[in-house]
């Protein structure tokens, strides 16, 4: 079966950071790996996401404080988080395509996704 597990979330201090991590079990060569995160109360929303290739794209709200990166070996996801503020409060979702030929902000394109990791900042 094909699964993603996210880990590392938790409460964090204003101004601290978090690296959250995505493991990807009975499924290798993503075509696009990335993350989502729905604060309370509001619609999911895109984060950023890695090609196959290893580029990465990031959400206009995040862009500058948040680095996604990749490590083939372990198939796995890391989503950096600098410099916490309140507004980062939210579940974080790990979502994943096999499909090409580029990758999309859209949730609605990625066919798997984990249960989410949340992140309270205080």
């Known amino acids: 079966d094909v699964q993603l597990v996210e880990s590392g979330g938790g409460s964090v201090q204003a101004g601290g950071s978090l690296t959250l991590s995505c493991v990807a079990t009975?499924?290798?060569?993503?075509?696009?790996w990335g993350w989502f995160r729905q604060p309370p109360g509001k619609q999911r929303e895109f984060v950023g996401v890695?090609?196959?290739?290893?580029?990465?794209t990031y959400g206009d709200s995040v862009k500058g404080r948040f680095t996604i990166s990749k490590n083939s070996a372990n198939n796995t996801l890391d989503l950096q988080i600098l410099n916490l503020n309140t507004d980062d409060t939210a579940m974080y979702y790990c979502?994943?395509?096999?499909?090409?030929?580029?990758?999309?902000?859209?949730?609605?394109?990625?066919?798997?996704w984990g249960q989410g990791t949340q992140v309270t900042v205080s």
């Open positions: 979502a994943a395509t096999l499909r090409g030929p580029y990758c999309s902000s859209v949730e609605g394109r990625y066919t798997f």
């Open positions: 009975g499924i290798y060569r993503l075509y696009c």
């Open positions: 890695v090609e196959r290739s290893g580029r990465p």
